[in-house]
């Protein structure tokens, strides 16, 4: 992969810096861990050739946390609360993808009222996940856009909205555990669909005005187009997804290609931009949130009633067994594929044997030794924002 | 010049929302309202007659993720209320420094003693103060508001049988039954965003 790349005229991400220039007076920055717009702990080594990056090398692991292997060790029924906290903007994603590999290991059927309760959830958080990065990629961005942090506030308040709902479900505003296997734990509660709407008609006419501020602004607009431009066959050999992968010019959503929960009913927009920079991801995240929008309420009207487990409830720590069988599920989650791969066996059939978490934010990172170089030290805070990582899911 | 108008309309946006509402409370001088379901901390409840309903059957202690709960039989003895042998928890103690709030020790609770509060504990300075012990957890069940799961509740709404609404109102005089003697001390502040 790596001759191709140099082939295409890319960056190579292997350079050695003695290759490099020997006269030229390179400076070695680490950038992070423990810096703002990281987005958590995570270095780059930036190379610098003035104030142009000549090579950036990603460093992980810093937030590391031995999930899968914590996985191994607890039953299947603790696992929902423990991965909660791997997408830490997102968790409700992360349930939902243990729960659906767990449910393809046991052959347990999901009922329709959980599937599209499961999916009002996902379509829920996708909204705040991305409000959640508009607000840090401004903030990214600096003072550039009517006062820096002032869209990061109102992003912020807005997406307490979501939050508030989901404390009306779950009781609990981030690590909700309300998925099960088979179904959910907590039923919604009456009137729960006027508070959505309410929520959902303030942040749409919100939208605009966060639109103007940010795609329609011409000062946005020259510190984000052209920058960090990764074209879709790159994107496609690192393995990206999601929104990244879609400002690419790839086609491709799990929700419509390989629809889960109740995706087979409810149509997906699927966003393209062809950019493959900065802001045609911006775009992408923008045009994701109207549509999750209008998903929502689609999902609020058509949730069906009826049972919302399709196995027993939780009683024990060791009642659901497996013992042998491996399953891959994937999921779109705002940041995209989530993946989870179980290996059951019989020497322990109330614990996974292995359990791998595939995150779409560690995808997205391997990009930034070929988009980063040739771009100054600030467009690097922006590419790296527009990438949307989380750490927490990056290292589990 | 594009730039100028591009800044005159993006402070529009932002000269807007000083009409708007303030979002936030002064914490703690106001309370913001918290959902019925919220779960903060922890209770173990009273039976109907007045003994602790906890049978020490330590299901809760085997499920927490976190390994934080941990119960101590006493074995079985006469109950004084009722003259039958039933066993109760001598020691019970939660460590909230490492809880996650999960709700799963509620959740597999048969004899519906353990549940969350609404109210958070305060913060301390040392450890050890967060871990609640068996006085503790019983006050908190007398002081503090009851969150709306029990084991009873959670498990039935999750049964396969289609039986939303009545559950909704049997659950409900659990609800309103803490609420009669809790608006007392910390509740004093409990204001409306």
Known sequence: ?396 | MKTLIDAIKSLKTTVSNVLRPVATVEFPAVIRVRAPRYRASFALTNDEHGELSCVACQACEKICPSGVIKVKSGGKRESPATGKKRQYSDEFTLDLAACIQCELCVQVCNSDAIIMVREPEQPVYRREDLVLDLDRLRANARERTAAWGTGSVLQAMQESKPRAEPKAKEEKPRVEAKPAEEPKAPAAAEGVT
């Open chain 1, 1 to 396: 992969m790596q001759t191709q790349s140099a082939r295409r005229g890319r960056v190579d991400p292997h350079l050695s810096m003695r290759d490099y220039d020997p006269e030229a007076d390179l400076m070695l920055l680490h950038f992070g861990p423990q810096h703002p717009s990281t987005h958590g702990v995570f270095r780059m080594d930036l190379h610098l050739d003035g104030e142009v990056v000549v090579k950036a090398t990603p460093y992980l692991g810093y937030l590391h946390r031995a999930v899968e292997k914590l996985c191994e060790r607890l039953t299947y029924v603790q696992q929902t609360p423990v991965v909660d906290k791997n997408d830490y903007v997102a968790p409700m994603t992360n349930e939902q993808a243990l729960n659906m590999a767990f449910e393809k290991l046991l052959n347990v059927e999901v009922p329709r009222r959980a599937r599209w309760v499961r999916t009002l959830f996902a379509e829920l958080q996708r909204i705040a996940s991305h409000l959640l990065w508009l607000g840090t990629f401004a903030l990214d961005l600096g003072g550039a856009l009517g006062g820096g942090s002032t869209l990061f506030i109102h992003t912020f308040r807005e997406r307490e909205l979501i939050l508030d709902l989901f404390e009306e479900v779950t009781g609990a505003r981030f690590h909700y555990n309300t998925h099960t296997l088979g179904g959910n734990r907590h039923d919604l509660p009456a009137g729960f669909d006027v508070k959505v709407k309410a929520a959902l008609a303030e942040i749409e006419a919100r939208l605009d005005g966060y639109e103007t501020m940010t795609l329609h602004n011409s000062i946005f607009v020259a510190r984000t187009r052209g920058v960090g431009v990764l074209d879709g066959e790159l994107a496609l050999e690192l393995g990206i997804t999601g929104p990244i992968l879609r400002a690419s010019g790839v086609d491709h959503d799990l929700r419509r290609d390989a629809p889960y929960g109740a995706y087979d009913e409810l149509k997906v927009r699927v966003a393209v931009e062809q950019g493959g920079d900065c802001y045609a991801r911006a775009k992408v995240r923008v045009a994701e949130m109207r549509d999750s929008i209008r998903l929502v309420r689609e999902a609020i009207e058509g949730v069906p009633e009826g049972p919302l487990c399709g196995f027993k409830p939780i009683r024990l720590v060791g009642q659901v067994k497996a013992t042998a069988g491996q399953v891959y599920v994937a999921i779109e989650t705002p940041r995209g594929e989530l993946g989870t791969f179980v290996i059951a066996s019989p020497d322990n059939p109330t614990a996974p044997h292995r359990l791998k978490i595939r995150s779409p934010s560690l995808h997205a990172l391997s990009a930034i030794p070929y988009i980063v170089p040739g771009a100054t030290v600030s467009d690097a805070v922006a590419i790296l924002g527009s990438l949307d990582p989380i750490m927490g899911e990056v290292d589990r």
